[in-house]
């Protein structure tokens, strides 16, 4: 599977930004998608995981109430949707897939098999 992430960019503090990540070379709805996000001399972290169906969708407490992830199975694409963006919202983000396995909410790096490129976002203050 290959992904490939999109719409990051400079907003100022308060801005909202709609980020994309396209799959490609399988089957979409086989897996669980998630949204990680490393800023500059910190580690990468978790933003948030939907389901393969998008029934259910989970979040760091960080952004939670701000960030919504959603995805859209008939064109093979997960979004995260980022508002009242804050300077320390700033990293790049990337998109991640899991395959299907009922191990329920996993939100480790090493659970995801397949990995985006990344999409800056930076919020000025």
């Known amino acids: 599977v290959q992904l490939q992430a999109s719409g990051g960019g400079l907003v100022q503090t308060g801005g909202s930004l709609r980020l994309s990540c396209a799959a490609s070379g399988g089957t979409f709805s086989n897996y669980d998608m998630a949204w990680f996000r490393q800023a500059p001399g910190k580690e990468r972290e978790f933003v948030a995981r939907?389901?393969?169906?998008?029934?259910?969708?989970y979040y760091a407490d960080s952004v939670k109430g701000r960030f919504t992830i959603s995805r859209d199975n008939a064109k093979n694409t997960v979004y995260l949707q980022v508002n009242s963006l804050k300077p320390e919202d700033t990293a790049v983000y990337y998109c991640a897939a899991d395959r299907i396995n009922g191990r329920g909410i996993r939100t480790a790096q090493a659970a995801y098999e397949y990995w985006g490129q990344g999409t800056q976002v930076t919020v000025s203050s």
């Open positions: 939907i389901t393969w169906s998008g029934g259910s969708a």
